[in-house]
């Protein structure tokens, strides 16, 4: 619970570390923490779950973003506000909304919730 809580710490280095042992817990708790990443600006952070998505209980993921579709709103909406702020062509990190990892997660778990 300690690692879970340790990934809104105000340093993304704290946040990667911890999310790295919840990620593979198969624990229905753990989904919202890491779902809340996504919206992450960090870019180390979203590779990281992107590079985790067949660890993760994919029904436990449908059930919570079905339960949630607020909190999975907001959380688009930060995906899609970082990207447009930080990695969009023009910016220093410039590229693609299909080459910007938390687009790809954000279709992950739109499939997600169609399919599971």
Known sequence: MVAAL???????????A???LIL??????????????????????LALIWESVD?????VYAAFLRANPAYYERTRQRV???W???Y???????????????FKLLAYFDE???TA
């Open 88 to 102: 969009r062509p023009g910016t220093h990190y410039g590229g693609t909304r299909d080459e910007y990892v938390g």
């Open 24 to 45: 593979s817990l198969p624990e229905p708790w753990i989904a919202p923490f890491v779902v809340q990443l996504t919206g992450e600006y960090v870019w180390h952070i």
């Open 80 to 82: 899609i506000s970082y």
């Open 84 to 86: 447009d702020c930080y």
């Open 55 to 59: 660890a993760l209980d994919r029904s």
């Open 112 to 114: 997600l919730i169609a």
């Open 18 to 20: 911890n999310l790295r």
């Open 6 to 16: 340790l990934t809104r710490h105000a340093n993304g280095y704290v946040r990667e």
